[in-house]
């Protein structure tokens, strides 16, 4: 039985306007308590980070991770980066748009990782192979990372939504995780959503094969913020604070209940998610008993 990680961050985006700072902190921190509390190996966790996390590596890196595994093996996949949206053509989303994870070469002609995308990989993972996912982007409640307003910013205009309005609450400063798509995407979105494609869902009766954390709802925001004098995704900062606390011995449930508590605590408004088979969320992570 082994024990492998992909590990995902990127901060370096094309265009100073889209950097972000705690992503590569964020897999640093993960790959630390995965080392520490659950006897993974650093030879058999690969780390891309900015120039490195482009959609190709990406995509070979999980394929290659995914095609390995085998009964009473555990893979891990976490990403930290943009998250966006983008027109829903297979008519699977109730609101006519794909959750999409953002690679260092993102563009909107194709250069993006979709939420349909992301389940076809993991159609095929063996049987008894244990894949745990970790997205903590904007959107990421449905498969993805979106982005806060910084606080800076917020102080020259009124809050325009109750989520704008929460982040005044934060002591955090806070950076933006999302890609707001451009007028013909977001309108081709719309487009979408009002066909009558969408009486045409997809039926998602299958069980889960793997468990997903996500860094809030698909309708929220996902904090990059400096925390401690560090910078971090908020989600991925305490999500590794608690396996810490408890050395990593505690169920799936009592830790998103743990991280939902301590983002409410410091003024956060994302609401992390859990998803995964039957059974699970009582669950040690990673192949903890």
């Known amino acids: 039985m082994s024990r492998k990680a992909l590990l995902v961050g990127i901060n370096d985006y094309p265009g100073a306007q889209n950097d972000l700072q705690g992503c590569v902190n964020d897999i640093t921190n993960v790959y630390d308590v995965l080392v520490k509390y659950f006897s993974f190996l650093p030879a058999d966790i690969v780390l891309l980070s900015d120039s490195r996390a482009r959609k190709s590596a990406i995509i070979d890196g999980l394929k290659s991770m995914l095609s390995g595994g085998r009964e009473g093996d555990t893979l891990v996949f976490h990403y930290s980066g943009h998250g966006s949206q983008v027109p829903d053509v297979e008519g699977d989303e109730e609101d006519g748009k794909d959750e999409v994870i953002c690679p260092y070469d993102f563009d909107w002609s194709g250069g993006f990782i979709k939420d349909d995308d992301m389940a076809a990989f ?56 999302f890609l707001a798509p451009p007028p013909d995407i977001a309108l081709r979105a719309d487009e979408v959503f009002g066909r009558e494609l969408r009486l045409r869902r997809i039926s998602r009766t299958d069980p889960m094969n793997h468990v997903l954390w996500s860094a809030c709802r698909s309708d929220q925001y996902s904090a990059d913020a400096d925390i401690g004098g560090r910078s971090a995704g908020a989600f991925t900062y305490y999500f590794c604070r608690h396996l810490r606390d408890t050395q990593g011995k505690v169920t799936r449930e009592q830790l998103l209940k743990l991280v939902r508590a301590s983002l409410k605590h410091e003024g956060f408004s994302q609401v992390p998610q859990l998803e995964g088979p039957a059974g699970s969320a009582q669950a040690g992570l990673f192949g903890a008993p």
Do not use: F, M, N, Y
């Open 122 to 177: 993991v159609a095929d993972l063996k049987k008894g192979c244990r894949l745990e996912v970790i997205l903590d982007s904007c959107h990421s409640g449905t498969g993805t990372r979106e982005i806060i307003l910084d606080r800076s910013s917020l102080a020259a205009a009124a809050p325009s939504s109750l989520e704008a309005a929460c982040l005044w609450s934060s002591p955090h400063r806070i950076r933006p995780r």
